[in-house]
């Protein structure tokens, strides 16, 4: 089946400690994004990329990189510099940019400092 | 900028009531408009959608029609269920294409009691 698949679904870091979550889609979908979503706050963009080998920050970049070596890969590096990384990180992807298209979203990873 | 404004909640209703969630924007010309549906620790699924005023988005009971007049996108749901029991986002994509994704409302956590 299509769709967008994250993971891990739960990730424990330590202080200190750079991780990154795997974003996957086969969708063939040129645009992809991460957002953070934390309570009461709704959806924060953190990065976006277009195409491959190209991607711009988001309102809340820092503290956070990502690649995007593959048409269906994203990656996002969580680094020791985030000071507050609690969240559910949702990612994203939509088949152009345009703003009828709709954005299909994966399950979501959950990421706790510990 | 652009924004979206929702409702805050939590909206606590009766099984079988009359559902509306209100969202309103703020956006230079005509922007697509949309709802999301989030269910207890999964991503965001596309509930409906209108891309030019007038237009009236509908999906498994739920309908919004798109008032320019008013700049709003308010969701509507005539009998509710408890399996609609989620939060919903609504959010609109840029006119011409935003490549940074779309903008969401804060999400208005939705609770119907049996």
């Known amino acids: 089946d299509g769709g967008i698949t994250q993971s891990p679904k739960y990730l424990f870091r330590k202080e200190g400690q750079n991780v990154t979550l795997s974003c996957e889609q086969n969708?063939?979908?040129?645009?992809m994004y991460w957002y953070r979503q934390d309570p009461g706050q709704g959806l924060r963009l953190i990065y976006y990329s277009q195409i491959v080998n190209d991607f711009q920050k988001g309102d809340i970049a820092e503290g956070y990189s990502v690649s995007r070596e593959k048409k269906e890969s994203f990656p996002l590096t969580v680094t020791s510099a985030q000071k507050n990384p609690t969240a559910f990180y949702l990612c994203?992807?939509?088949?152009?940019?345009?703003?009828?298209?709709?954005?299909?979203f994966g399950e979501g990873s959950w990421l706790t400092v510990v | 900028g652009d924004s979206v404004t929702q409702m805050e909640g939590p909206v606590t209703l009766s099984e079988e009531a009359f559902l509306t969630i209100n969202c309103t924007y703020t956006a230079t010309g005509y922007p697509s408009l949309f709802w999301y549906v989030q269910y207890p620790g999964e991503g965001l699924q596309l509930l409906l959608k209108?891309?030019?005023?007038?237009d009236k988005g509908s999906n498994k009971g739920f309908e919004a029609t798109y008032r320019k007049e008013t700049t709003s996108f308010h969701l509507e749901k005539g009998s509710v269920q408890v399996s609609d029991s989620a939060v919903y986002f609504c959010?609109?994509?840029?006119?011409?294409?935003?490549?940074?994704?779309?903008?969401f409302g804060k999400g208005t956590h939705l609770i119907i009691q049996p």
């Open positions: 209108a891309t030019k005023a007038d």
């Open positions: 959010a609109l994509g840029r006119p011409g294409g935003g490549a940074d994704g779309l903008t």
């Open positions: 969708l063939n979908h040129d645009a």
């Open positions: 994203a992807s939509t088949l152009q940019v345009f703003s009828g298209n709709t954005i299909y």
